[in-house]
């Protein structure tokens, strides 16, 4: 997961294409710039994501603890 975009492949044509992290969150879902397809996270930068969300995760729960919240 890069600082400010992940990198995606095409599920269709396999072209890769830079996507923004702000893309992934809005309503419709980021597609190929050369054949309108569905694109995915690259697996290096899924790996990545889901290692950031345990972090953030972990963090929060540490947070409520102090605060004393379950």
């Known amino acids: ?32 710039r050369a054949c309108g397809g569905r694109v995915e996270k690259s697996e290096a930068s899924a790996k990545e994501h889901l290692v950031h969300s345990d972090a953030k995760r972990e963090q929060q729960s540490l947070l409520n603890q102090k605060k004393g919240i379950q």
């Open 1 to 32: 997961m890069g600082a400010n975009y992940d990198n995606a492949t095409c599920v269709d044509c396999k072209t890769i294409r830079r996507v923004y992290h702000r893309e992934w969150i809005r309503a419709a879902a980021p597609r190929c």
